[in-house]
């Protein structure tokens, strides 16, 4: 099954201690680094979502007021 462009799939196994690993291709795709913080959403009727690590940043200077590193 081909995904549209841009879009992506991935599976990930839920470890004992409730921990996921984000997939190799997913992090070089997203530019995620160790040490990185992610935004984690989640909707009890839509799902759960990682957004782009820039739309943190926007979410916090919206939120906060101030500039996100």
Do not use: C, S, Y
């Not at 909707?43 to 926007?58: L, W």
């Amino acid at each position: 099954m081909n995904a549209p462009n841009g879009r992506h799939a991935w599976t990930v196994t839920v470890g004992t201690k409730g921990q996921i690993v984000i997939p190799k291709e997913a992090r070089d795709l997203f530019h995620i680094q160790p040490g990185d913080t992610l935004l984690f959403l989640a909707d009890e009727t839509q799902g759960m979502a990682i957004p782009p690590k820039a739309d943190f940043a926007r979410l916090f200077d919206l939120i906060f007021g101030g500039k996100a590193e």
